[in-house]
């Protein structure tokens, strides 16, 4: 009983101490968890395409991991990079010209509600929204203090561009292991998990294929999306179309709305300020070329793969995104989907129990021991004579006298 309770006292000892050394090794890494987790999903996006070169080179894994690496920095990274400076450049540009009046939001403002209906414009001063002097005062600060925010960040990205290089760094060389060691790694991780074979290989082919499916969908929904909505603005002389179009490409990552909430305002606007056919074209594009999409691409590349509704991905995405910043797109539908996994394998278990019991019951019904029949020849003959015991109890006693 002893050493049962010293072996027990061990175990409990080991699991504190690996709980432990866990979160101290998680506490370690958080500085870099954007890298560490960028770095595991464009592994998981790459592996398909490091296995083909690894086959195609004879084996050659490093080889294949070097030049799988190169073709995402070449499509995936250097357009980011390249993007985020021109981006940032028209950003400033644009908000250069909101604070010394070339682009002025409260004439705009005053041009649409002088547009209005009467109708409309009294229900507007009823509910104090058509106060023309006070909302230019509001959007004159606002642009002051985007532009002071935009200021602020670019010094921000500046003095921590060497911040950036050093988690740009390790998300590459954790690319460039996880691409080549990455089956290894797998076996491991799925050989530790304390969970039953089954679910272990159904929750990671789940985690995969909603990472896959999540960053490739969204991503190339949100890119042709951004381009779309850029060209048609740049076509009609909207100001600021490479911001705009940026705009639009991070709200497409919202299922459902996406890239409306830009190029629907501002349709409206041309309606209302007498530029009708600017409104019907861009209204047109939006609806006809955006919104299909989105409704043609995102349920291929995204829902047909993550099996999710499409306001589970919304929720999940709006959900992720404001807990987890730019990685929630992805961590909020993971999250989801693996929920959805882990009851649906909780579901499917009980069942199982539940028609393995059913099944031993019958067994046990049918294996079950049948009453001996009684002899039918003695049933008979106690029917047949009432008196026949007592003429047999008469005849032993009988023999027993003596002559």
């Known amino acids: 009983m002893r050493d049962r309770d010293r072996s027990g006292l061990q175990q409990i000892s080991f699991y504190l101490v690996l709980a432990a050394v866990s979160v101290a090794f998680c506490f370690v890494l958080w500085p870099y968890a954007g890298a560490v987790f960028w770095g595991a ?13 690894a086959r195609a080179l004879g084996g050659r894994r490093n080889l294949a991991a070097l030049l799988t690496l190169t073709i995402c920095l070449l499509i995936v990274v250097l357009p980011l990079v390249f993007l985020a400076g021109a981006l940032l450049q028209e950003g400033n540009t644009v908000f250069q010209q909101i604070r010394s009046g070339q682009i002025d939001f409260g004439n705009y403002f005053q041009r649409a509600i002088y547009a209005l209906p009467p109708s409309l414009g009294k229900l507007l001063e009823r509910l104090d929204l058509a106060d023309i002097s006070g909302l230019q005062q509001q959007l004159t600060a606002g642009a002051a203090q985007a532009s002071q925010f935009v200021a602020t960040r670019a010094l921000s990205i500046g003095q921590n561009t060497f911040q950036f290089m050093i988690g740009f760094g390790v998300m590459m060389y954790l690319l460039f292991f996880l691409l080549r060691d990455g089956p290894d790694i797998s076996r491991r991780i799925i ?21 896959r499916a999540t960053v490739k969908g969204n991503l190339a929904v949100a890119a042709v999306q951004g381009a779309l909505g850029g060209l048609i603005f740049w076509i009609l002389g909207i100001q600021g179309a490479l911001l705009w179009a940026v705009l639009m490409a991070f709200l497409s990552l919202l299922p459902a709305v996406g890239a409306s909430l830009i190029w629907g305002p501002v349709a409206i606007y041309f309606l209302l300020t007498g530029e009708t056919a600017k409104g019907i074209v861009l209204i047109a594009f939006g609806a006809v070329v955006i919104g299909t999409v989105d409704n043609l691409l995102r349920p291929i590349l995204v829902g047909k793969d993550t099996r999710m509704p499409d306001w589970v991905v919304l929720i999940s995405t709006l959900g992720g995104m404001s807990l987890f910043g730019l990685n929630g797109f992805v961590i909020g539908p993971l999250i989801a989907a693996l929920f959805i996994a882990a009851w649906d394998l909780s579901t499917s278990t009980r069942e199982e129990i539940a028609r393995r019991e059913a099944s031993a019951g019958a067994a046990g019904a049918v294996d079950a ?20 015991n007592s003429r047999a109890a008469a005849a032993a006693t009988a023999g027993r006298r003596p002559d």
Request: glycine share 10%; proline share 11%; charged share 20%.
């Open 41 to 53: 999903v464009l592994a998981i996006i790459f592996t398909p395409a490091n296995n083909w070169l």
């Open 191 to 211: 050989h530790a998990i304390p969970l039953e074979a089954g679910h272990k290989e159904h929750l990671l082919r789940k985690f995969t294929t909603v990472a």
């Open 369 to 388: 021991p049948t009453p001996a029949p009684a002899d039918a020849a003695g049933d008979r003959g106690d029917r047949s004579d009432p008196g026949g």
